[in-house]
């Protein structure tokens, strides 16, 4: 399995609601990654999860919320978000392995495209 | 924080011709990755290139990086109307092995 999976495709909430992200591999990649992404812009860093563990905030406001229950799932939980924060998300994942100085190469989901009223 | 800037922000070609893309970069790397994605889609790895390469071929696809210049260009060689998508340059610093700094992109558009 070379795929990175990530429900839901869409997403429309409102201010007010609770809602997860889930991203989901099975290439036994240690490093795992939030991006967001705005129409016809790149990709911006939001969370890297190295072995589980969160290693990379980037200055994200806490109404994201990441999880990585275990090496194979990463979760991005949404409360009281703002219609700014309407954009693709991608989840990716990478084997690097931190301790060795190799490439990253990054493999992507589809993404899940948000709408927040 | 954006990193990488990419011109042009948008190239239109015939099917058949070639296309390149150019990348520059601030910071040193460890090394340069091209990726595209297709409308609203995620995005694919085309190729990568260390910083102690100058060259790469995979394919149509001829990556070239110039660390004195901080600058990569990535040509793809007889376009087809698939190729419509954008590009992005990313970059992976010595000081941030895992996080990769992507570009501004280039919207390519292949006409048949």
């Known amino acids: 399995d070379t795929e990175v999976t990530q429900t839901p495709k869409h997403l429309v909430m409102g201010m007010t609601n609770k809602k997860s992200l889930k991203c989901e591999q099975h290439m036994g990649h240690r490093a795992m990654y939030w991006y967001k992404q705005k129409a016809k812009k790149p990709p911006e860093l939001m969370f890297v999860?190295?072995?589980?563990?969160?290693?990379i905030n980037e200055s994200v406001p806490s109404r994201f919320s990441p999880e990585c229950p275990n090496s194979s799932l990463l979760n991005l939980h949404l409360h009281a978000l703002q219609p700014e924060d309407s954009a693709l998300y991608l989840c990716?994942?990478?084997?690097?392995?931190?301790?060795?100085?190799?490439?990253?190469?990054?493999?992507f989901g589809p993404g899940t495209r948000l709408t927040v009223l | 924080s954006q990193q990488g800037e990419e011109d042009p922000q948008a190239l239109s070609i015939q099917e058949g011709e070639n296309a390149t893309m150019n990348c520059s970069y601030k910071?040193?790397?460890?090394?340069l990755q091209w990726y595209r994605q297709n409308s609203g889609r995620g995005l694919v790895h085309l190729i990568l290139i260390r910083s102690n390469e100058r060259e790469k071929h995979s394919g149509r696809l001829r990556v070239t990086l110039d660390t004195s210049k901080k600058s990569s260009s990535l040509l793809i060689t007889a376009s087809r109307a698939a190729d419509t998508a954008s590009y992005f340059c990313?970059?992976?610093?010595?000081?941030?092995?895992?996080?990769?700094?992507f570009g501004s992109g280039t919207q390519l558009t292949v006409l048949p």
């Open positions: 910071t040193s790397i460890n090394n």
């Open positions: 990313a970059t992976d610093g010595p000081g941030s092995a895992r996080q990769l700094t």
């Open positions: 999860y190295s072995y589980e563990k969160l290693s």
């Open positions: 990716a994942s990478s084997p690097r392995d931190g301790r060795l100085s190799s490439y990253n190469e990054q493999f």
